[in-house]
């Protein structure tokens, strides 16, 4: 090969190498992400894993229950024992969608859909038999407290009425149950006090019909297949890829309306379902839940390591409404706030309620001391995720939350007259992903594809400057090879005398002839 065209080659390889493969190719990948994470494309594969995640995530719940219910009743510390997980393949599709080309919006609904697995319950099977607190019979006492202080007498009555005499406020009931089957509540009841509670439960809609006057009482029964009435409006990034999933509108109005403040009522970040590609380590996940009406910020934390993936590893508690300025518009009322990482859910759920993360875990340890059999572990308890941040695929989360109901002594109240005062757990659930199978894999391509561009972009630059090298060297050697070699002609000398110098006879010939010629007189000078 000639050096100049060795020379070209090696010049074009190495500018390919560093100009394109080097900067030009990051940016072309990177375009191409922000338009694979839009969901403007009705039929895109981002839309279709968006609109129904061809997996199932990991829905685990967790029950506490109750060692010592006599003695709970007679005042002494509860003593409970965690049962679980029962594990449940969840399924979420987004129904009813609709377009909004004019601020580039979807907005749906969301039908949620649980499978019970018990391959993945540890043996468990639903049908294990828990002493657990009276919902329902909780549930009407916190209600007369609030509303009616006097009517405690027609809590006590209906109760009884309701429940035929119940000696505690705690209960037999198998775990499927209470999870999704329902907990028989028998409303053929004809006194006063069991007729009203009754009818007060006829209105409520987490509720399943269970015969003539029967209701079931569930933790997640009225949901299970159901389509939430809610409608949730999001961005489709198409316009820019930052808000991509970004909620802007829920049930109609663009923010919530139970809190006092501004700040909590906003929608902030996505749906939680899809978050902005090309992630930062500035950038915290923030969400908005419609399960706890309210969003929530997940800070960067540290850099990590899942299936092989190299991750954003972020965590969070569930705030401090006490210490927090902004975060104050969550307290139940303007002069009672609940402790770090509490949150109450009345508001939000009908119930009351009170979120902590498992095992008050990150909660002040006056709870902890209020209860026994609950062992805090970050590792198995707090609400955290694993992001690959090219894509702004999660990897792994766990999205935890634990219900509790403040209990104490209510003197007139007879199944709670000497009750601990506590923060009673009844259940956590850990709802989350880790990814496998195709979606993983397809992660994973476009690191293969940065690896072998990476490799490549190493091979092209360094064989472009072999190329150059080498072109160089030939030029150089080529160049004094071909150069022309002069030699310098002397006459032959006699014993190494410098004598008369005799050219060869034919040389003196040639030479004489020569000049014969070159001395000729042209004729018309001659005859002058």
């Known amino acids: 090969m000639k050096p100049k065209k060795m020379g070209i080659i090696g010049g074009s390889m190495f500018s390919f190498g560093l100009f394109f493969l080097t900067f030009t190719f990051p940016v072309i990948l990177r375009s191409q992400v922000k338009k694979q994470i839009s969901l403007g494309k009705q039929g895109s594969k981002m839309r279709e894993i968006w609109s129904n995640l061809p997996v199932p995530m990991e829905f685990r719940v967790h029950l506490f229950n109750v060692t010592n219910p006599v003695e709970i009743t007679a005042g002494q510390t509860p003593i409970l024992q965690e049962v679980g997980p029962y594990h449940y393949d969840q399924y979420k599709e987004k129904v009813d969608q609709v377009e909004r ?10 039908k949620t859909t649980w499978y019970f697995n018990p391959e993945l319950s540890n043996g468990l099977t639903g049908d294990e038999e828990l002493i657990m607190p009276n919902l329902l019979a909780l549930m009407t006492l916190k209600f007369v407290l609030k509303e009616q202080p006097g009517a405690i007498g027609v809590a006590n009555k209906g109760v009884d009425s309701i429940f035929k005499k119940p000696k505690t406020i705690f209960m037999k009931v198998k775990a499927k ?30 509720l399943l019909p269970g015969g003539e006057n029967i209701y079931l009482l569930s933790l997640f029964g009225t949901k299970n297949g159901t389509v939430d009435p809610g409608r949730i409006r999001v ?28 700040h909590c009522n906003a929608f902030n970040g996505t749906d939680s379902t899809i978050f902005p590609s090309l992630m930062t380590r500035e950038d915290d996940i923030v969400s908005f839940s419609p399960e706890i009406c309210r969003s929530i910020s997940i800070p960067y934390r540290y850099d990590s390591k899942v299936k ?37 859910l009345e508001k939000c759920v009908g119930v009351p309620m009170i979120g902590s993360q498992p095992h008050f875990l990150g909660a002040e340890e006056k709870y902890l001391e209020m209860v026994h059999g ?16 090219l894509t702004a695929t999660p990897i792994k989360a766990h999205k935890r939350l634990q ?19 506590c923060l009673f757990p009844i259940f956590w659930v850990d709802e989350g992903i880790l990814l496998d199978g195709a979606l993983l894999n397809q992660v994973k391509q476009v690191y293969m594809l940065l690896g072998v561009v990476g490799v490549l972009k190493y091979l092209m630059m360094a064989g472009g400057a072999g190329l150059g090298a080498a072109a160089g060297y030939f030029h150089y050697k080529n160049r004094d090879k071909n150069s022309m070699d002069v030699t310098k002609v002397t006459p032959e000398s006699r014993n190494g005398k410098d004598e008369e110098k005799k050219w060869p006879p034919q040389q003196q010939m040639n030479i004489s002839t020569i000049h014969t010629q070159s001395a000729a007189v042209p004729p018309n000078l001659d005859a002058n």
Do not use: W
């Open 403 to 421: 219900f509790n109901m403040f209990l104490g002594p209510v003197e007139k109240f007879k199944l709670m007259k000497t009750f601990p005062e």
């Open 235 to 262: 961005l489709r990034g198409r316009k820019n890829f930052k808000d991509v999933g970004r909620v802007i509108e829920y049930d109609g109005l663009p923010a919530l309306t139970i809190y006092d403040g501004e």
């Open 101 to 110: 080309d004019e601020d580039d919006s979807i907005e749906y609904r969301v």
């Open 374 to 389: 609950l062992h805090p572990d970050p590792e198995l308890h707090d609400l955290s995720m694993d992001f690959d941040p």
């Open 308 to 344: 092989g993936v190299n991750t954003y590893h972020y965590s969070t508690d569930y705030g401090d409404m006490k210490s927090n300025p902004e975060e104050q518009c969550y307290c139940p009322t303007p002069d009672t706030c609940l402790d770090k990482d509490l949150m109450d």
């Open 177 to 206: 149950d209470i999870l999704f089957d329902g907990m028989a509540i028998d409303c053929n009841v004809k006194d006063f006090a069991g007729s009203t509670i009754c009818g007060v439960l006829k209105e409520r809609k987490d």
